[in-house]
């Protein structure tokens, strides 16, 4: 072989191995970054279209203590929040206690949200009992809501002269009728306190947070405008409930409730507070005991029997039974309903 074949070997040789160096590290890198990690922080990078760090693109953790206020941050905190929510589908929310996990999952959030007004019985204790290195920010939503008095709403019905009875089942709350949610009117309050709340930890996003409460703004009024309306045509203005959690929907659209339990569905009345009840029904022209979901109807099925009538659904909207959940109902689904029973029931 001739000296000048030998320099033209060693040169290909050699341009050969640099390409495969180059080749191997260029391999390297695309290994590193497929990482689960890396594939993440890609992908949140590319759907925000800009180059910002995962700190910047991570939605915020918001817990609630129960499903509306759920719905609300969710819908109003779309893409920028990942909300929980406390209390499963299934369980009604006032059996529910915490546990140690959940003082955990809200110690590691950055805003939590309750509805107080005596809804959860709980909440003092597990605020003190958040972890002391947590950074949450907790937030009473039911605050700028006029509260009724829960034993005045109990002494207006039937139930008069059993003010004993009444103020214990006030008691519960504190005296105070919590139910706030269950009014469209009330639920715009809801909303606003939400949005903001999420403005207050997330000042960032304030222009889309204000954008999507607008939207559910939008839809809250439209329902509040069909309960005016249809409510305000109906020949019977009385609503037989086996919970008392219907006092803010009655208050604001000219209904009158008469409860069979108090405001905890647990509460058992009286046999005698059924007969009365039962009069009371046959006296005006009651035509359907309505039940909920998430507790026995068996009360309501005696009474509805006793006084000759039928029973329907009306949902006090404090969480969503598993079917429910599964085929995609939501607090303002629930609410139409709310609104055609009750629109049928007082024909």
Same mark, same amino acid.
């Given at each position: 072989?001739?000296?000048?074949?030998?320099?033209?070997?060693?040169?290909?040789?050699?341009?050969?191995?640099?390409?495969?160096?180059?080749?191997?590290?260029?391999?390297?890198?695309?290994?590193?970054?497929?990482?689960?990690?890396?594939?993440?922080?890609?992908?949140?990078?590319?759907?925000?279209?800009?180059?910002?760090?995962?700190?910047?693109?991570?939605?915020?953790?918001?817990?609630?203590?129960?499903?509306?206020?759920?719905?609300?941050?969710?819908?109003?905190?779309?893409?920028?929040?990942?909300?929980?929510?406390?209390?499963?589908? !299934?369980?009604? =929310? @006032?059996? /529910?206690?915490?546990?140690?996990?959940? *003082?955990?999952? %809200?110690?590691?959030?950055?805003?939590? &949200?309750?509805?107080?007004?005596?809804?959860?019985?709980?909440?003092?204790?597990?605020?003190?009992?958040?972890?002391?290195?947590?950074?949450?920010?907790?937030?009473?939503?039911?605050?700028?809501?006029?509260?009724?008095?829960?034993?005045?709403?109990?002494?207006?019905?039937?139930?008069?002269?059993?003010?004993?009875?009444?103020?214990?089942?006030?008691?519960?709350?504190? !005296?105070?009728? =919590? @139910?706030? /949610?269950?009014?469209?009117?009330?639920? *715009?309050?809801? %909303?606003?306190?939400?949005?903001?709340? &999420?403005?207050?930890?997330?000042?960032?996003?304030?222009?889309?947070?204000?954008?999507?409460?607008?939207?559910?703004?939008?839809?809250?009024?439209?329902?509040?405008?069909?309960?005016?309306?249809?409510?305000?045509?109906?020949?019977?203005?009385?609503?037989?409930?086996?919970?008392?959690?219907?006092?803010?929907?009655?208050?604001?659209?000219?209904?009158?409730?008469?409860?069979?339990?108090?405001?905890?569905?647990?509460?058992?009345?009286?046999?005698?507070?059924?007969?009365?009840?039962?009069?009371?029904?046959?006296?005006?022209?009651?035509?359907?005991?309505?039940?909920?979901?998430?507790?026995?109807?068996?009360?309501?099925?005696?009474?509805?029997?006793?006084?000759?009538?039928?029973?329907?659904?009306?949902?006090?909207?404090?969480?969503?039974?598993?079917?429910?959940?599964?085929?995609?109902?939501?607090?303002?689904?629930?609410?139409?309903?709310?609104?055609?029973?009750?629109?049928?029931?007082?024909?």
């Amino acid at each position: 072989m001739s000296k000048a074949s030998k320099k033209i070997r060693k040169a290909s040789l050699g341009m050969l191995l640099t390409a495969m160096l180059l080749f191997a590290a260029a391999c390297g890198n695309n290994t590193e970054n497929t990482s689960p990690a890396a594939s993440a922080t890609n992908a949140v990078n590319t759907s925000n279209g800009n180059s910002g760090t995962d700190e910047a693109a991570k939605p915020i953790s918001v817990v609630t203590s129960f499903y509306p206020l759920y719905f609300l941050a969710s819908e109003i905190g779309g893409s920028h929040v990942a909300a929980v929510n406390l209390v499963a589908a !299934g369980v009604e =929310p @006032h059996d /529910w206690t915490p546990k140690s996990r959940d *003082l955990d999952t %809200a110690s590691d959030a950055q805003l939590f &949200l309750y509805h107080g007004a005596g809804l959860e019985g709980w909440v003092d204790g597990f605020l003190k009992g958040l972890s002391k290195d947590s950074t949450v920010v907790t937030k009473e939503i039911s605050t700028g809501i006029t509260l009724l008095d829960g034993s005045e709403e109990e002494h207006e019905d039937e139930h008069e002269h059993e003010e004993e009875h009444a103020d214990e089942e006030a008691h519960d709350h504190g !005296g105070l009728d =919590p @139910h706030t /949610w269950v009014s469209p009117k009330s639920a *715009l309050k809801l %909303a606003e306190n939400v949005k903001n709340s &999420l403005i207050e930890v997330d000042s960032a996003n304030q222009a889309d947070y204000e954008a999507n409460y607008k939207a559910i703004i939008a839809k809250l009024e439209a329902i509040d405008g069909e309960y005016t309306a249809k409510l305000g045509q109906t020949a019977n203005k009385n609503i037989v409930t086996s919970h008392q959690a219907f006092g803010y929907l009655a208050r604001d659209y000219g209904l009158k409730q008469v409860s069979i339990m108090g405001l905890s569905p647990d509460a058992e009345p009286r046999a005698q507070d059924l007969l009365e009840i039962a009069k009371f029904v046959k006296a005006n022209g009651v035509k359907y005991i309505f039940f909920e979901e998430l507790v026995s109807d068996q009360l309501a099925q005696t009474l509805a029997s006793e006084a000759d009538v039928e029973t329907m659904v009306l949902n006090p909207l404090e969480g969503l039974t598993n079917d429910q959940e599964k085929s995609g109902e939501n607090y303002l689904t629930l609410m139409e309903r709310n609104l055609q029973n009750l629109v049928q029931a007082l024909q």
